[in-house]
């Protein structure tokens, strides 16, 4: 790699291994010969990521054949008929031995093949008969009839994220120090907006610093929605392309900075702010959602079970006179902005030491949102361990 094209953060090569040796174990357990994967987003794309240290971004598909044994194969959007033969020792595509070139996108549906046969090919010129695909039932239908095809039994394909998900979830300790940095950029973005934000500016403003601010300390994908309205309606979380409203003197301001740091790990927080004094009414929603924060947490421990810890935050609520969580109001983050486990009554996979959870219970009145959120470490004894160290408050600006 050029020393003047040096990538922000990687991962290292004993991190990297550790990944690989950890997923061979269990593909062997299950006598698979290759997984296979596809992704096309750098938001909710870890797969791609976690197996290569390089993402797949901007719709561009960016598939990969990760071997029982042996060097992957990668094929990315680029010039038809183009192949690099690699060592699996290269400096910037580690581990992979070759990369074919197709140009593909997302919004083209006639183009969805084109990875898939390429990716056909290499299965057969590796004699590939039992695979394993991460996210068989979310990837083009023309990419997976393609792989099918290929495989010399007909039922030689078969949905893999229960071998990868468990082991992706639990964070290393490399890992882990990325995630820590990631909600420490988090905590200093949100100190940037309430030293700048004031009236008379416009929601899009003041997500933006918060945005500039994760940019310049390495952050490279993620989203910033801020939402202000008078006091006595919810100010919910809103998208960019709403964020024209001009704040007056005693508005407030919900604002969630979902980005990822230096390394591509994922963090989130959430806080409220007013640009005056606080309603009492605010102020109860917040002390609501604090309280089920913690009545969350008592519940994470290795060995729970997602769906118990659900079912106990819906009964808060309920005995709040609230509404039930019908989305999702906690989940795992890494690569991915929102990855397993999932807690609600759908997931399957237990919690576990070195998950990273965000969790942001929440309710939403006519008058009044209610939010938080922080991620936390789970440890040996539970969630212990606020990775945010932005107070838990409502923030006036007077």
């Known amino acids: 790699m050029s020393p003047d094209r040096q990538i922000l953060a990687r991962i ?4 990297l291994n550790r990944r690989w040796s950890a997923v061979r174990a269990a593909m062997a357990d299950r006598n698979i010969d290759a997984l296979v994967m596809q992704n096309t987003s750098d938001w909710i794309g870890g797969y791609v990521r976690w197996f290569t240290d390089i993402p797949a971004t901007n719709g561009y598909p960016r598939s990969v054949i990760f071997y029982k044994d042996g060097p992957m194969t990668v094929v990315e959007m680029g010039p038809f008929g183009q192949r690099r033969a690699l060592d699996g020792k290269d400096a910037l595509h580690r581990g992979v031995g070759e990369i074919f070139n197709t140009p593909s996108f997302a919004s083209i549906s006639y183009t969805h093949g084109y990875d898939g046969e390429l990716i056909a090919a290499a299965l057969k010129r590796q004699g590939v008969r039992k695979i394993g695909v991460l996210g068989i039932d979310q990837l083009p239908a023309g990419f997976i009839a393609a792989i099918k095809a290929a495989l010399p039994e007909p039922r030689g394909a078969e949905d893999a994220c229960d071998l990868v998900d468990p082991i992706k979830a639990i964070k290393s300790e490399e890992e882990i120090g990325l995630i820590r940095r990631a909600a420490a950029m988090q905590d200093a973005a949100f100190a940037e907006v309430l030293s700048k934000a004031r009236p008379s500016m416009r929601d899009f403003e003041i997500a933006g610093i918060a945005w500039q601010a994760c940019q310049n300390l390495g952050s490279e994908q993620g989203i ?12 919910v979380f809103v998208p960019r392309y709403r964020q024209n409203r001009k704040i007056e003197p005693g508005d407030q301001l919900s604002l969630l900075i979902e980005t990822n740091g230096l390394g591509g790990m994922y963090t989130e927080i959430a806080r409220t702010m007013v640009f005056g004094r606080a309603s009492a009414e605010l102020l ?7 309280e089920l924060q913690r009545e969350t947490l ?4 290795p060995g729970a079970l997602p769906r118990d810890i659900a079912a106990a935050n819906d009964e808060a609520l309920r005995s709040r006179g609230l509404s039930p969580e019908l989305r999702l109001y906690s989940h795992g983050q890494g690569y991915d902005m929102v990855e397993r486990p999932l807690i609600r009554r759908d997931e399957t996979m237990e919690l576990a030491a070195g998950m990273n959870l965000a969790v942001h219970p929440g309710f939403e009145t006519p008058s009044v949102l209610g939010v938080i959120c922080d991620n936390y470490l789970i440890g040996p004894n539970g969630a212990g ?7 838990k408050r409502i923030f006036e600006l007077t």
């Open 284 to 290: 109860d929603a917040f002390a609501t959602v604090e």
């Open 385 to 391: 361990e606020c990775l945010h160290r932005t107070e």
């Open 12 to 15: 290292s090569d004993t991190e």
């Open 224 to 235: 910033t929605l801020g939402g202000s309205t008078p006091v006595g309606r919810a100010s």
């Open 298 to 301: 008592s519940h994470m421990r």
